[in-house]
Nanobody, 120 residues
Framework: QVQLVESGGGLVQAGKSLRLSCAAS????????IAWYRQAPGKQRELVAI???????NYAESVKGRFTISRENAKNTVYLQMNSLKPEDTAVYYC??????????????WGQGTQVTVSS
């Protein structure tokens, strides 16, 4: 079993930065595809950033050049650095890990979410 806990959200002004953290209860990120999702009020959940176990990354077009996903395996922590924040970034942000438990088996975990609100 793995638990993920997000933190770092809050209320900020447009143009400012935040760094979200996602802490895992044990070392799993080195064998995981990790991702950040977000869900704004009245909208569907959206994939924001993703990193594979070999550290290939992809980003939603709306955040490219502004957001960066990273991890520190020794700290069992995933980060989302968010720069140049816009009001449109307002959402609940969730971290996700798809963990390889064997050569072909995977288990998916979600955090509880952290609120990011960007004022104009």
């Amino acid at each position: 079993q793995v638990q993920l806990v997000e933190s770092g959200g809050g209320l900020v002004q447009a143009g400012k930065s935040l760094r979200l953290s996602c802490a895992a209860s044990r070392s799993i990120f080195s064998i995981s595809t990790i991702a950040w999702y977000r869900q704004a009020p009245g909208k569907q959940r959206e994939l924001v950033a993703i990193m594979t176990s070999d550290e290939r990354t992809n980003y939603a077009e709306s955040v490219k050049g502004r957001f960066t996903i990273s991890r520190e395996n020794a700290k069992n922590t995933v980060y989302l650095q968010m720069n140049s924040l816009k009001p449109e970034d307002t959402a609940v942000y969730y971290c996700n890990a798809d963990v390889s438990t064997s050569a072909y088996m995977h288990r998916n975990y979600w955090g509880q979410g952290t609120q990011v609100t960007v004022s104009s």
